[in-house]
């Protein structure tokens, strides 16, 4: 069976692969922070106007919406997220970036696609270029959203929120898909919980500074904050059972200046991975237990603060209409390249935040962006049991980067497969 018997609305791909990897070097050289995503909005309205689809831009910020009619049948969303993240590129690539941006404190950040979000545009376009081309070969609405603000997991909420279901189709499903550390042509996806629940604060603790020769008049914060950071490795140790799952991580630390002055107060920046409720609600309670008792044990002047950053939910897929994408994308990458996941990942999403929105299921997988060779033969096998190549760059890495064309190829299948399940293509084509 040829490629075009398998997936119709992917005849003609080929000859726009070309363009696509031009637009994904684009994307890639020139990323943006969350909710600054004006440059690449401007791109992608300018591509889908290109099109032929009904473009809205500022949607929530800097989100773009595409719609685009073909008769009467089911409304169909598919997402693609935009941000870039505070990363210093290292990849070596000729099209790295070296863009900076100003964070949510202020500062002058380097700015990197280290997750990917490049790939996601660029296969979503790849994908609207091709409906727009074979209008006459699929039924209903599609609804094509190109998200900011997902890495500080404010971007879904924010579209969703700015009148979405008022100013567009309200959708039957959601789709969308993330390129991850899986060899190309890989997808990996299953029912219910897929990703976890992530929590992240800022946590400040309080001492009395002084001389660092004469640290009895002082109660030192550094100190203290190091005893939080130790403690709060026995959360996951010791407070949850073996047969559940959490990830706690500090993943910033700052205090004082200078290294004979002892500060007043240190910073933590906490973030926890839960995918139950139930041992989320434990694990945050005994974050704040830790924080709480550390302070009173170094007998801190004041109570700590501990301020909420971001919460991106527990990402849940509709188990049918899970089993609905795994055919389309079993139809367009092949029966032998689609693989159920045994657990959910320990990464999180915001996407799940539109199918909650709008009251309608949604199905979130992953697609592969590595090169096959850096697997082995035995790479799947050893993907399930959660194990990665040694060496092999993870997103948020300053190394991560898809292999580019065959990544899209892809990507752009994978979202045309799932989404030719709701719209019909797989049917006779209508008479033009």
Known sequence: MTDTERLPLAEGLAERLPALEELYRDLHRHPEL??????????????????GWETTEHVGGTGVVGVLRSGDGPVVLLRADMDGLPVLEATGLPYA???????????????????????????????????????????????????????????????????????????????????????????????????????????RLFGRGGHGSSPEHTVDPVVLAAAVVMRLQTVVSRE?????????????????????????????????????????????????????????????????????????????????????????????LGDGAVFPLPWPLAGSEDFGNF???????????????????????DGITALMSGELPAGLPFNHSPYYAPVPGPTIDRGVRAMLGAAAQWIGADRPPRAR
């Open 97 to 203: 970036s070296t863009d900076t941006g100003v964070d949510g404190d202020g500062e002058e950040v380097p700015v990197m696609h280290a997750c990917g979000h490049d790939m996601h545009v660029t296969c979503l376009l790849g994908a609207t270029g091709q409906l727009a081309a074979h209008r006459h070969a699929w039924r209903g609405t599609v609804v094509a959203v190109f998200q900011p603000a997902e890495e500080n997991g404010e971007g879904a909420t924010a579209m969703a929120a700015d009148g979405f279901l008022d100013r567009f189709p309200r959708p039957d499903i959601c789709l969308g898909q993330h390129v991850g550390p899986l060899p190309v042509g890989v997808a990996v996806t299953r029912p219910g919980p897929v990703m976890s629940a992530s929590d992240s604060f800022r946590v």
């Open 240 to 332: 949850i059972g073996a047969n559940q799952s959490a990830v706690v991580t500090v993943g910033s630390i700052h205090a004082g200046t200078r290294q004979n002055i002892i500060p007043d107060e240190a910073e933590l920046k906490v973030n926890v991975r839960t995918t139950d409720t139930r041992v989320r609600e434990r694990v945050l309670a005994a974050v704040e237990r830790i924080v709480r008792a550390e302070a009173a044990a170094s007998g801190a002047p004041e109570e700590p603060e501990i301020t909420p950053l971001t919460a991106l939910p527990l990402t849940v897929n509709d188990a049918r209409a899970t089993d609905r994408a795994v055919a389309g994308l079993r139809s367009a």
């Open 355 to 377: 199918g909650t929105a709008f009251g309608v299921p949604s199905v979130f997988w992953h697609f592969g962006g590595s090169d096959p060779a850096a697997f082995g033969e």
């Open 34 to 51: 969350a909710f600054q995503e004006r440059r690449t909005a401007a791109v992608v309205a300018a591509e889908l106007r290109a099109q």
